[in-house]
């Protein structure tokens, strides 16, 4: 599955690439891009296609690091917000909700160990209604608070 996404994202991206829309940067400093869509690459091999306001990431891009993580989906002001779709390195996923950069809201993660949780985050951790699916078959449904489940 997450070889196939990658194989997605590698397609997207030399379609980005190609587009004459595009506008290609190689540095560090965007803040003087200006504002409409391009494709910034760093020297550390990370790479940001999508928009950016008033030198920020802003809107839809898909950013991927140098270790091959990756989030695609909606940016605010540099920082993941809105719905979106995050996988690292390990093959950690996460697909919903993001507010100024942290998972908030609706949102499923499926760790790398094959356990999934689906329910609400808040700030970065499970907090609400939610349910652990473990890799063993076992289910666990009910409130978290702070990432830790309530009896």
């Known amino acids: 599955m997450l070889v196939k996404r990658y194989l997605q994202i590698v397609f997207f991206l030399f379609t980005i690439a190609e587009s004459s829309s595009a ?3 190689n540095g560090n400093d965007i803040r003087n891009l200006p504002d409409g869509f391009h494709s ?4 550390n091999g990370s790479k940001f296609y999508g928009e ?3 030198g920020e990431f802003s809107g839809s891009g898909r950013m991927i690091w140098s270790d ?3 989030y695609e989906g909606s940016w605010q002001n540099g920082m993941r917000h809105g719905r979106g779709q995050m996988v690292w ?6 697909r919903g909700k993001w507010k100024t950069d942290e998972m908030h809201g609706k ?4 760790y790398s160990n094959g356990d999934l949780y689906i329910g609400r985050w808040k700030d ?3 907090n609400g209604k939610g349910k652990i699916k473990y890799e063993n078959g076992e289910v666990w449904k009910g409130e978290f608070v702070n990432t830790k489940p309530q009896k």
């Open 23 to 25: 506008q290609e940067f």
């Open 40 to 43: 910034v690459f760093w020297e």
């Open 52 to 54: 950016i306001f008033n």
């Open 68 to 70: 091959s993580s990756f």
């Open 89 to 94: 390195k390990n093959g950690k996923e996460y």
């Open 107 to 110: 949102g499923k993660m499926k």
């Open 124 to 126: 970065g951790k499970l």
